[in-house]
């Protein structure tokens, strides 16, 4: 405080009308004289200070406290108590927006890893789910430091005017002396700097909240794919190649309840056929409690990560964190679905009616940093499979990013109805199922595009015919939103 005093002497020297004036009232000494009787401070003669001197000494009184000087102050109640109404209201503003992140992260998460363990490869939702996923999860992280930081400031500054009110009442001729020095030496403490320590405390902290995002009322998404599919073997079907157009709309009416719907116009390129137009999916989907999701409609069913059937099915689903019922029917078939999870576990029962069969199904997963290890058990009426992965960034849909998996498959036709994959495994269904194993690849060039390639090597489990299957694909996808 030395240099600021220093300070406050040369600008005093410079214009000696910095200050209204220089005389010292008496009230300054009464004041000093008070302190002294109430033995807060030591009794000194001040008589022959200069008022630059007597301002330096009731700087050090202030600083002599053992607790900051503001919290003794009545005349700083009142600016205590305004900080501590914005404080509370950031406290407010962040334990609201918390709140929100909470549940927007967690219903994000559930979906990523839902979509993850089903095997869903469309670029278009994996991609910025994946980005939306890790935003919520950065600015989660932060919302939860601000909201603890203002939690800490809302009781330190309802502690310290609570001290302040109480000091007032015991002590009340010091805090008053106090005050009263403190007021008529204002311009000289200021210079002095005597409040920018206290001021720098007192800073709030920046938490402006995130601006309130409105969501489109309508999202679409669409994805326009060229494939190539390549066979060769005993009995194995013409190859192919098509053009696909995917149109995918979401209907937002409260964010809560939506309507979903998907479309697809496919047209066969080789051998050249008609375009095929089809309404795949029309549904409601939403949260009926905090902790059960219900869809209903026509909606893609995925059981088994595809393994055991993937359609679109009508019919209601419940859903929820660790547990997803389905009850639907397929082309003149009836199922039911039952899966639980848990972590990386899962456990199903599915069952099916024209053909009838009941399938159980036991999966798990080890993932280590990019790497995924799975091993799923399948039982059927009277023979059961397995089918054995390994994969390695398989959630990464960032630019320039590239993924792999292989799997290997032992499954009857009592383990499946209807197989997910780009192979001939629906194709041996009546051949008592399959066995082999596959591989693939995936590659993001550029923002919105993507390029895989396939390789399927499986042998019937009737008579042990082989099948080959190179399985290549581009995708370009597009919407008219960000997950910005």
Known sequence: MRKEFLTLMILSSISGNVYASNAIPQQVYDNISVLEQEHYIDHKDVSTLSREELAYYVASILEKQPSNFDMLLSTRILEDETQLTLVKEQENSARKRLSKLLKDYKDTSELLYRKSIQGENRLEVMAPLKQKHDKLEAE??????????????????????????????????????????????????????????????????ANTPVRNKIENKFKFDGQVMISHSNHSGEDVPEDQTKLKLSLYGDYNFDNNWHFLTSAEAEKSLSPS?????????????????????????KFNSKPAEGNVFDGAIKGVSLFGDNYRIERGSYQGMK????????????IG????????????????????????????????????GYVLSLSNNINDWSK??????????????????????????????????????????????????????????????LDNRSSNTIYAYLTYSFANYSED
């Open 400 to 461: 320039h990013s590239s993924a792999f998996w292989a799997k290997y498959y032992y499954q009857p036709s009592d383990t499946y109805v209807k197989h997910e994959m780009n192979g001939l495994a629906d194709f041996m269904l009546p051949k008592d199922g399959f066995k082999g194993w596959s591989v693939g690849w995936r590659y993001i060039p550029k923002e919105d595009w993507c390029f895989g390639l396939e390789y399927y090597r499986l042998n019937n489990l």
């Open 335 to 346: 199922l039911t679905n039952i899966t639980l999870q848990k972590d990386n576990l899962s």
């Open 140 to 205: 989660y992280k932060k919302v939860g430091v601000e909201y603890e930081q203002a939690k800490a400031r809302t009781h330190r500054l309802e502690t310290m005017i609570e001290s302040l009110k109480k000091r007032q009442g015991n002590n009340y001729k010091v805090d008053y002396a106090l005050a009263e020095l403190r007021a008529e030496f204002l311009p000289e403490l200021d210079a002095l700097k005597f409040f920018d320590e206290e001021a720098a405390k007192r800073q709030l902290y």
């Open 273 to 297: 056929k008609d375009w095929d137009l089809e309404l795949k999916n029309y549904y409601f989907e939403g949260k009926i409690t905090k902790n059960i999701g219900v869809d209903i409609g």
């Open 349 to 384: 029962r599915y069952d099916f009616t024209n053909p009838n069969k009941t399938i159980y199904m036991v999966n798990g997963h080890l993932p280590y940093e990019k790497w995924d290890l799975g091993a799923m058990w399948l039982k059927g009426k009277n023979k059961n």
